[in-house]
């Protein structure tokens, strides 16, 4: 019979067994396909967050008595604050375990989504998004934290790569459900939708998730000084490779933030496509994502995840170029603008897992302090950049395009120059391999 993991060395406990919630059978293993389901789907109640009330904005503004471009601020709003939750859970993750801080995430997420359904104006929405946020940011952050705290390299990447399959059908699926809800009832039925799927996460952490920071670990850390949860950021930001990977993903995602902000007044105000088919076309670059997903686990069989995120970054690059091009050449069709969209969203797939991976390898004791770091990162960037294209609307596709192609010239600049990413990883000296086995139930 197993026991629990009892040093402090978490990077041991990888090698040597497994971590335990409870002494258990050989035979009870935590396969490794339900695990990742189950992260997934945690994991997804970001995108059902944001994706599902997309085509219920134009709705949402005329119930508010507001405009569609006030009403889409809270879509920066929660990008800013699922950061925040994410900074502040990460360390407590670390410190209280994984499964306490995903369900004290799951409870705001669902007392404020709960007080949504009553809000009366545009600023009320925006601020209630904003708790909303901090909740979804406590209650996910601690997704990749657990992969990290089981595995590491190519197994990282793997993992996290079918946790990305499976969460994008959220995005695929959450615009249709949108659609649907506000058609058939009100935009009010879109946050009951989430409602209900909050309460569902909350039974999962609770009785499915694994802990995977031991007691004796919880308890050491829970007796060292607060101040060590701001020496985890510090050592996460002393790392100048690190730093480099995260922010060529950040810039990569800014693309993607600035799509999903942008996206009702691309499609249902300048293209004027129709409410009920927003999510046919909003669909179509998830389906890219998916696709690129696949790709990437099985590159992962013959090359480093540095190595397909460096591709992965070029490509977009190729992408962001030909979508400007294409909006300063001429008036932009729907097919000019969708074809090179469908190039840059896919790419995503190809980056986000590999400099994931990469990133934390770099911190496999602080797994929790330096998942949020990464996370937040790329919520703020996004909400920034959301944000400020969303002020600079000048009626056309040029701002959107042009930002989009910064933050691809930007992520390239970081992934040579800073992360290095055509240089092995190494970690105190060594190269940081390792496969790892999943914990007991």
Not at 394 to 418: D, E, Q, S
Not at 428 to 434: I, L, S, W
Request: aromatic share 8%; hydrophobic share 50%.
């Amino acid at each position: 019979m197993p026991r629990p993991a009892s040093s402090g060395d978490t990077r041991n406990s990888r090698r040597t067994g497994p971590f335990m919630r409870s002494a258990s059978t050989a035979d009870d293993k935590l396969p490794e396909r339900w695990l990742a389901l189950w992260l997934a789907a945690l994991v997804a109640l970001t995108p059902f967050a944001i994706d599902t009330y997309l085509p219920a904005i134009p709705a949402i503004a005329e119930s508010l008595g507001s405009e569609v471009a006030r009403v889409q601020h809270s879509v920066s709003s929660f990008l800013l604050g699922f950061a925040m939750g994410q900074l502040l859970g990460g360390p407590l993750s670390d410190r209280w375990g994984r499964r306490t801080v995903g369900t004290i995430g799951l409870i705001v997420f669902i007392a404020s989504t709960f007080l949504i359904l009553w809000t009366r104006t545009a600023e009320q929405l925006i601020v209630l998004r904003f708790t909303q946020a901090v909740g979804g940011g406590f209650g996910t952050v601690i997704c990749a934290a657990i992969v990290r705290d089981l595995y590491s390299g190519r197994d990282a990447a793997r993992i996290i790569s079918i946790i990305s399959t499976m969460m994008l059908l959220a995005p695929l699926a959450a615009p249709v459900i949108g659609s649907v809800l506000v058609v058939v009832g009100s935009w009010q039925w879109i946050f009951l939708f989430l409602l209900g799927y909050a309460l569902a996460m909350l039974v999962l952490v609770r009785t499915l998730l694994p802990e995977t920071v031991s007691r004796f670990t919880r308890a050491r850390r829970q007796s060292a000084p607060k101040r060590h949860l701001l020496r985890n950021y510090g050592q996460v930001l002393r790392n100048r490779r690190a730093l480099g990977f995260l922010g060529t993903q950040a810039c990569v995602s800014g693309s993607m933030f600035i799509y999903i902000t942008t996206a009702p007044f691309v499609f249902m105000e300048y293209f004027a496509v129709p409410a009920a088919r927003f999510p046919l076309f909003f669909g179509a670059c998830v389906v890219g994502l998916i696709t690129m997903v696949q790709v990437n686990i099985r590159l992962l069989k013959r090359f480093e995840p540095r190595q397909i995120l460096l591709a992965g970054v070029a490509l977009q690059l190729l992408g962001c170029g030909l979508l400007l091009a294409g909006t300063l050449v001429g008036e932009p069709t729907l097919l000019r603008w969708m074809l090179p969209l469908l190039m840059v969203m896919a790419c995503i797939g190809l980056t986000a897992p590999n400099a994931a991976a990469c990133y934390l390898e770099f911190f496999p004791n602080i797994s929790g302090s330096a998942n949020a770091l990464y996370g937040a990162s790329l919520f703020i960037t996004g909400g920034i950049l959301g944000g400020l294209v969303n002020g600079l609307h000048t009626g056309t596709l040029v701002p959107i395009a042009a930002a989009m192609c910064a933050c691809a010239v930007t992520a390239m600049t970081l992934v040579l120059l800073v992360a290095r990413a055509r240089e092995p990883i190494e970690v105190n000296g060594a190269k940081q391999p390792v496969p790892s086995r999943l914990p007991t139930r």
